[in-house]
Structure formats: structure tokens, C-alpha cells
């Protein structure tokens, strides 16, 4: 007869010492080692009190369970999963549709991981487009540029450097965090493969000027005879402007924008891992980019950097879009942005914080603290919110305005109006107490703690 598994009451097993630096020499039971994974968790944040990510971090059990049917599925086997591309296939439809792609055209896209895979992909599109160009007219093509605000996520700086494009990155001023048509004479020329502008920026939340960068594109290529193409980082904005404000021009009704990107996991509502790159036509992404392999049964094209990956996200988006529609998405992104715009008006009623983001498009509130307080900063104010175990954003703003610190709070759709109003007032009290009690902005020289300079990052 076999020896029975221990139990998971079994102190002895539960206690075991993991091994730090070699890998484990015996197992232990399964249940033993689920408790092990999860005390090694206790700690970590809640991602319910997240504030400081975009990542959606909740999900009907309908989705829970199509995501356990689908997570031991490697997606890139079209052959034996034929019906998962056929939703992938179908969704890139959609949300060409739903980004008011031409008619009577042949949509394109892909399911990624995360939007930076997508801003990838369409990044390479364009600069194969620009190459090819350039050598078809007999030109240089050896100094590809790319222009975009300082306000640009961290992944199109990898992109740049990975892929051996000149970075043209237009800097922020004080009280204005977007990229507009201002001084984009002094960064365009005809080595631009592009003009990347965002639709619901990390920083504050607020869209670049979108339609004022493509009427100064038009007039440029007036002048010159040189045409530059435009992409829309729509990593946050891409599922909430279609819903929220339908006459508003962001999306392929601009002629020059000629790819997106959205995060199916932020407000598209799916778990972390999906994103999405939707070209206006077949025709912009760059034949020369996709590859024909004849693997699992079948020969495939495949145009993305990953190859191997999970499937259950794919599944779960298109879940989401059957389950809500677009009434469903529209009205959870109005209650959402509606709970978002109170929970800024506590903070700015409170007389600690002025307004970053005047254009409120997203569910995002960017304060950053009055001139008239001095005792403690916004950095403050995130660690001791952090004691009620709310995670936010506080961050120095990118060059030419590092002076201006701020603070961010992402309101995601499971935050009600009661939770949000919690937050306020958590936040609020918390800058009660610095009040009284100071913070690093009034600490002896000796032990303050500059604040790190950094951009929040895409998730």
C-alpha cells in the first residue's frame, strides 16, 4: 500500500526551509505547497488597491472559467485551435469598426502581449514603409527618426534604441504635459518614419493634440511634399474615447494616422497580457515583415515578435466584447470616469491640490499639491497613504518640467463611487497629518531623499 501524501496540516511539511540559491531537492504535497506560495505573497499589495495601474484586476466567474479553458493553450497553433483565430480575427474587425477604419478596405491587426508589443510592430511598419520609400526615390534611408512628446512611454524609447531610430522627443513645459504642433518644425523632416501622439497619456491621463498634429502635418507636407504618417498610442484612451465621445476625432478618420494600439487589459477589461495593433489597411504593415512557417500541422503567416504564448486572454476579450456590447462598455466607462471626476473634485475641494489634467478623457485624476504647502511633498503624501494599503503614483515630470511633481490615482471600473470617496478622504486625511507632523519637504538636510525621477510605467 502506498504511502499517503501528507497533509497540508502537517506543520512539519508546511515549514520547510525553500531553498534560496539551488533548486529543490524533494517535493512535498500540493497542498503544502500552495500554502508556501501563498505566505510568500501576504505582503504584497492588494491589486484591488492598486491606484497606480492601468491593469484591469477584476473578472465575472463566466470569464474566470473560459480563462482556465483556454490557459494551456499555445495560441500560435492556429491549426489545432483554428476557432481562436477565427475570434482574433474577427475582433480586429471589430475594433477597426469601432476606430472608424475606412470602408472597403482589408482591416489588419494582431492580438499581442501588452501594447508594447503593439508599438513595437507598428513602429517596424513604419519604418520599413519609410525605407523602402526612401530607396525606391533613389534617397538615404540610414537615418530613420521618430517624432514624439516627452510625455512618451518607455516603450518607444526601447523601440528606438532597439530597432536603431533616431529619437526625436519634443520636451513638456510647465503646465502644458502633451505633445502639440507647436515646435514640431524643429524635430520633422524627411527621415520621420512617423508621428507617434497618445490618446490617454500615462502621466496625467490626458490625450495629445491629436487632430492639431495632423492639420500641421498636412501644411507641412504642403510646404515640403513630404508625407508623414501618424500613430496613436492608445494604450489607456483607446477603449474609453470610442465610447464616451463618439464625434470626437482621434482615430483613422484623420487620414495620416495609419495604425493604433489599445491595451485589451487596461480598460478593455481582460486580464493582464493583451494588447492590440490595428493598421488602417493590409497594405501599411509591411509585407516584408511577415513570415510564412510551416509548423504543428500547417503553414501560417506570422507578423508578431512572440511566437509561443497563452491563449486565455484572447478568449476573455472576446468574452467581454459579447457580454457587454457596446452599451456595456459605455456605460461602465461613464460610471467609471463619473466616479473618477468626484473623487478629484474632493481632492481639489480639500485646498491641498490644483488640477494637472483640465482635458478629463480618462478615468485618470492628476493633482499635484498647492504652491502654499511646504511641509510635506506629493511623495509624502503616497507613503502614508500607502499605510491603508492604497498604492499610488507620485512621480517628477519628464524634461523641461522636472520641477513639477505629481500625483496620479488610475480609477478602474471595480472602484464604486463609495470606494473612491474612501480614497478621498484617506488621501485628504493623510495630508492632515503631514500637516501637522511635516514630511521629507521639512526633514534635516541629512536624511532627506530626493524623489527618483522616473515615468510611471505602462501597466
Known amino acids: 500500500m502506498a504511502t499517503p501524501i501528507a497533509a497540508v496540516s502537517s506543520y512539519e511539511e508546511f515549514n520547510i526551509n525553500v531553498p534560496e540559491n539551488e533548486f529543490p531537492r524533494h517535493g512535498i504535497a500540493a497542498r503544502a505547497a500552495e500554502a508556501l506560495v501563498l505566505s510568500q505573497e501576504w505582503t504584497d499589495t492588494n491589486p484591488m488597491l492598486n491606484m497606480s495601474s492601468f491593469v484591469t484586476t477584476f473578472a465575472e466567474p463566466e470569464a474566470v472559467e473560459i480563462a482556465k479553458r483556454n490557459m494551456f493553450k499555445n495560441y500560435i497553433d492556429h491549426d489545432m485551435y483554428p476557432q481562436l483565430f477565427a475570434m482574433e480575427t474577427r475582433m480586429v474587425k471589430w475594433l477597426h469598426q469601432l476606430w472608424n477604419g475606412p470602408e472597403g478596405v482589408e482591416p489588419y491587426g494582431a492580438a499581442t502581449v501588452g501594447s508594447s508589443e503593439a508599438c513595437m510592430l507598428a513602429g517596424l511598419a513604419h519604418k520599413w514603409n519609410w525605407r523602402q520609400k526612401r530607396e525606391r526615390d533613389g534617397k538615404d534611408a540610414t537615418r530613420p527618426n521618430m517624432v514624439t512628446g516627452g510625455n512618451v512611454q518607455i516603450v518607444w524609447k526601447k523601440f528606438l534604441r532597439y530597432f536603431d531610430v533616431e529619437p526625436r522627443i519634443v520636451p513638456l513645459k510647465t503646465g502644458n504635459y502633451r505633445l502639440t504642433a507647436d515646435e514640431l518644425e524643429k524635430y520633422v523632416d524627411e527621415n520621420t ?52 465621445y463618439p464625434d470626437y476625432r482621434w482615430d483613422f478618420r484623420l487620414p495620416r494616422v495609419q495604425s493604433i494600439n489599445a491595451s485589451g487589459h487596461k480598460y478593455g477589461l481582460t486580464p493582464p497580457g493583451l494588447g492590440w495593433v490595428i493598421f488602417r489597411e493590409r497594405s501599411v504593415f509591411n509585407e516584408d515583415l511577415v513570415f510564412y512557417v510551416n509548423y504543428l500541422g500547417g503553414e501560417m503567416p506570422t507578423a508578431t515578435l512572440n511566437f509561443s504564448r497563452n491563449a486565455f486572454q484572447i478568449a476573455v476579450q472576446y468574452y467581454q466584447f459579447l457580454r457587454l456590447g457596446f452599451d456595456g462598455y459605455q456605460r461602465i466607462m461613464r460610471q467609471t470616469l463619473d466616479n473618477a ?19 478629463q478623457r480618462i478615468p485618470v485624476v492628476a493633482v499635484t499639491l498647492d504652491k502654499g504647502v511646504t511641509k510635506f511633498n506629493e511623495f509624502d503624501v503616497s507613503n502614508k497613504v500607502r499605510e491603508k ?16 511633481k505629481s500625483l496620479r490615482v488610475v480609477v478602474r471600473p471595480h ?28 526633514a534635516p538636510k541629512l536624511h532627506q531623499h530626493p524623489p527618483e525621477n522616473r515615468s510611471p510605467a505602462k501597466c
Not at 197 to 206: M, V
Request: charged share 15%.
Open 415 to 442: 472602484i464604486n463611487h463609495n470606494v473612491a470617496q474612501m480614497l478621498a478622504r484617506d488621501i485628504v486625511n493623510a495630508c492632515k497629518y503631514l500637516e501637522t507632523h511635516g514630511g521629507s519637504a521639512t
Open 341 to 359: 471626476i468626484a473623487l478629484r473634485q474632493t481632492l481639489v475641494d480639500s485646498g491641498y491640490f490644483t488640477i494637472m489634467n483640465e482635458q
Open 193 to 244: 518614419i512617423a508621428v507617434v501622439a497618445i490618446a490617454g497619456q500615462t502621466f496625467t491621463g490626458e490625450d495629445d493634440d491629436i487632430e492639431g498634429i495632423h492639420d500641421w502635418l498636412d501644411a507641412y507636407e504642403a510646404r515640403t511634399g513630404i508625407s508623414i504618417p501618424m500613430h496613436i498610442d492608445g494604450a489607456s484612451g483607446g477603449f474609453v474615447n470610442p465610447f464616451l
Open 389 to 404: 494599503g492604497w498604492v499610488l503614483s507620485a512621480y517628477s515630470m519628464p524634461a523641461n518640467a522636472e520641477e513639477v
